[in-house]
């Protein structure tokens, strides 16, 4: 039997999820959720809008803080902001580029230098920032509830020299 022909092992699709056509698709434009049942959902045009925000919530809430986000950002120059996943950890992979994560443990700042192909985990509830060395894109897969985010002064954590 192939997997084609094994009916019963294709997960339900939901309707208010776009199907997407079985080829390859870019990552850093559609983006995809990881959720319960081992399921894999395309999110096509996704976008960091509250309200397509507020839509992918509703969309899997069944998912509750077991769901993943995951997609491909650039990386084009140092935040400005920081942010911070309470409910779940968050796996970077830098793909290319350079640059290092600053992570704020128990008011200390802790920095992970980043080469292509090295990984880090930013663990739930720690505070983490980036600045960017060389610019690139990273692979991430975090928890897509709950991340806040904070502005991040010119005195908070260290900065690449101009």
């Known amino acids: 039997m192939t997997c084609a022909s094994a009916q019963f092992l294709r997960a339900p699709r939901a309707a208010s999820i776009a199907v997407m056509a079985e080829n390859a698709f870019d990552l850093t434009k559609t983006y995809v959720h990881l959720g319960l049942g081992s399921i894999v959902r395309p999110l096509p045009g996704f976008s ?3 309200e397509y925000m507020a839509e992918y919530l509703r969309m899997f809430k ?9 997609g491909i950002i650039p990386l084009r120059k140092t935040w400005t902001h920081w942010e911070c996943h309470t409910n779940g950890d968050e796996l970077v992979v830098l793909l290319s580029g350079r640059c290092d994560v600053i992570q704020e443990i128990d008011g200390e700042y802790h920095t992970i230098s980043l080469l292509p192909g090295h990984a880090m985990i930013n663990t739930r509830g720690v505070w983490h920032t980036s600045d960017v060395l060389e610019a690139g894109e990273s692979l991430f897969i975090s928890s897509g509830r709950r991340t806040t985010y904070r502005p991040r002064r010119a005195d908070e954590g260290p900065r690449p020299a101009a």
């Open 48 to 50: 960091w809008s509250a």
């Open 62 to 70: 069944q998912d509750r803080d077991e769901g993943r986000l995951v």
